[in-house]
Each structure stands twice: as C-alpha cells, then as structure tokens.
C-alpha cells in the first residue's frame, strides 16, 4: 500500500456505508471473533495446540510479543504468513491485523536485524536543543522508515506512540515513553509519528487515554486525581490529535479517573468511552481496551471486564492465548443472552472491517 490512506469522513463510516460494511454478514461466532486482539504461541511456527485454537476462533487482530520475534525477518515474515493465511482461512474469509508495540527505546519487541526508534524522550531533547522543526522532521522520517519494515514482515498495526504528557506523578512509570512534559510537542510528535506510520500502511493506537499516574497498572490500581483544567492538560495532546487528523485507533488505560467516573477503571467506563471519547470529542475511529490481566482491571474477572467493556464501547479487548477460547465463548453466550447487544459488536466490528479495507489488509473493490 503506498501513500497516505483514504481518510475516514463521515460519508464513508462503515456504519452509513453497506458497500464497506461486512459485519452484518457474520455469523455470531465470527462477530465475536473480530473484537478480540489475542497473542499467540510460538516462534518462527505456530505450536499445533494454536493452530487449533486459531481454527476455532478466527481473531480480529492478533498482537506480537518479544517471544513470538525472536528470530530473524524472513523467519518473522514467514511465520506472520502463515498466522494470517491460517486466520483468513475461516468462512468469514477475514484477515487479522498484525499488531506489536513499536514506540522506541525500552519498548521494542524485535530480535537483531530490525531497527530501534529512539526513545521518544530523545525527540523532545532534541527539540529542546536544536528546535522543534528538526525533532519533528526526525520524527517522521524514522517513523516512516520503521513502518516500511514493519508492513514488510506483514504487521500493519502499532500499538503506538504514547500521547502522554510527561509529568512528575506519572514520570516513574512512563520514563522515557513520553515526548516530555511540553503538550504542545507531545501533540505534534505523536501526530507526526501516525501520519508517517500511515504513509507506510501501518495503523496506530495512540496510547493511553486519559493517562496514568506513577504506578504500574500491571502491578497495581491506580487512581488519577486529575480534575478541570489540569485534566484538560493532560489530555490536551489526545484532544489535539482526534480534532486535526484522528488517528485509526486510540487505546483507553485502566486507570480510574475521579473527575470522570470514580468507580470504573477507564476501559470499563461508559462515561469515559461513550459519553467523553465519542460524544464529547467526537472520536469514530477505534477504541482499544489495554490488557485485562492486569492488576489495575481486576477485581471482577477478566471474562465480565472484557463484556464490561464492550458494552461501555471499546471496539476491541486483548487476550492471551490462553484465554482466546474462553473469553470467545463469553461473548457468546451474551450474545446469545442478550446481555450484550448484537448491533454493539456490530459496530465495533464496522470499524474494525473498515481499517482493515482502509489499510489494504483485506483486499477487495468496493
């Protein structure tokens, strides 16, 4: 694919548009497979027990890690391959898209032979040091060269780039994750990291709306003080970019936000997603939930979280391979209950279908 993808203007949301708008087509098994990002076991091959979990449930998107990539590219390539053949194999004949968390620095999942992006606190120290204009011109040249590697292993989604601004409560668990402390270079950087990502058919998920504090939410439940005009810093790099030029993905942290709902974790808070992510700033692109194992999500159960969050709007969960069967047969059943609305997950998988026509990983005329 080759350029700046088609933009999403309101004449063309799947949901207005049954040209691009297969979601209505699935049956349920496949509609509650297409709003699950699930890992997947093995190294260079799927192990024979994930090929005949993929063959049961056919997900929407799959999401790679350190121990999946711990090879060299043409085994890389190869093995993305075949997860893809295999998932697109399945009667809704749909491929998955291929994620990974490229954002630099400390968080970079591939073995030797693929290129680090800097840090991107390395940005903002540059544009401290020799201006903005130069650091945001870095930005996309490196973020355009990363994303014609990554397209050509055949993962065409990046978990990335962080659009948090760097503040001294949440300094400890971001480090060197964030642009830095400026909003308004957070907010040009990361536009300029997804615009490149783009240009090269990769999608991003800016991360991690509304914010986080200090603590690790894999470790712990953190709470976000935040409130009035100090909230709205700290989101104004978010806001920015849903106005300018939204980007296809935006994925929603388990931090609980007192201004907004004290009781819900963000991923589960229909005040945060509906009523503040597509009502308020008006965002239709798609909305991820971070992963359910972690701490900051616990206390009801990764299966009734994963519903939760559906239901609050989140277009698309994470699973383990471990869990694909079981949160899959979860959805299920409320489908078939009623307590999750058939046309919810029609919905968000709309908006998953779409990116996946908007980038070129299905392929067909419309």
Known sequence: MQGIPESRGSEDYPLQNPLRDRAADLDDSALAAQVIMSGIDGNGALTPLMKKILEEVRPGA?????????????????????????????????????????????????????????????????????????????????????????????????????????????????????????????????????????????????????????????RSRPVLAAGGEDLEALVRPFTGIFRLSPPPAVMVS???????????????SPAVIRDWIRGELAFDGLILADDFSMEAASGIGEEEAVLEALRAGVDMVIAWPGSLLRLHRAILRALKDGSLPRQRLREA??????????????????
């Open 254 to 268: 388990h931090i609980r936000l007192a201004a907004r709902d004290p009781d819900r974790p963000a991923s589960l």
């Open 349 to 366: 998988a709309s908006r998953i279908i779409y990116e996946k026509l908007r980038f070129a990983v299905i392929r067909e005329s419309v």
């Open 62 to 218: 799959v999401i790679l890690f350190g121990y999946n990539l711990d090879t060299d590219k043409e085994g890389v390539r190869r093995y993305l391959e075949e997860v893809s053949r295999l998932i697109a194999a399945g009667p809704a004949g749909i491929p998955p898209l291929i994620a990974v968390d490229h954002e630099g620095g400390r968080v970079h999942r591939f073995g030797a032979g693929l290129g680090r992006l800097p840090a991107p606190a390395a940005y903002g120290e540059m544009a401290r040091r020799q201006g903005r204009g130069r650091a945001l011109a870095a930005v996309r040249r490196d973020a355009r060269d990363a994303a014609a590697e990554l397209r050509g292993l055949g993962i065409t989604m990046n978990l990335a780039p962080v659009a948090e601004v760097l503040t001294d409560e949440n300094r400890p668990f971001l480090e060197d994750r964030s642009y830095g402390g400026d909003g308004a270079f957070t907010e040009a950087a990361a536009r300029s990291f997804i615009l490149a990502m783009e240009e090269g058919g990769v999608l991003c998920a800016v991360k991690h709306f509304p914010g986080n504090t200090g603590a690790d939410p894999h």
